[in-house]
């Protein structure tokens, strides 16, 4: 199983990223996927899932409404583009496999990709 995600950097508050996860291994339009994002010394923070033919998705409080999770079965890509960033939004972003086709909690993790807002 592969998760490699793409796309972090560094951007201006109020600007806009959008991070890809490229997958292999697995049978990717079996399982939800989602996206987590964790700052040194901090516990891990759940950001979105997607279910795993995209009808389904879900945010945490803290990006709803800027945030927006999809995904392309055909490419095994999961993507999460961020606006309207902030400063609180800088973490290392990782991409992650649940266990099932809808969102049961996060099973496999990519390396992450950081996101720096300043």
């Known amino acids: 199983v592969q998760l490699v995600e793409s796309g972090g950097g560094l951007v201006q508050p109020g600007g806009s990223l959008r991070l890809s996860c490229a997958t292999s291994?697995?049978?990717?339009?079996?399982?939800?996927m989602g996206w987590i994002r964790q700052n040194p010394g901090k516990a891990p923070e759940w950001v979105s899932d997607?279910?795993?033919?995209?009808?389904?998705?879900n945010y945490a409080d803290s990006v709803k409404g800027r945030f927006t999770c999809s995904r392309d079965n055909a490419r095994n890509t999961v993507y999460l583009q961020m606006n309207n960033l902030r400063p609180e939004d800088t973490a290392m972003y990782y991409c992650?496999?649940?266990?099932?086709?809808?969102?049961?909690?996060?099973?496999?993790w990519g390396r992450g990709t950081q996101v720096t807002v300043s």
């Open positions: 291994g697995f049978t990717f339009d079996d399982y939800a």
């Open positions: 992650v496999t649940s266990i099932s086709g809808t969102w049961a909690g996060p099973n496999r």
């Open positions: 997607i279910s795993w033919d995209g009808y389904i998705t």
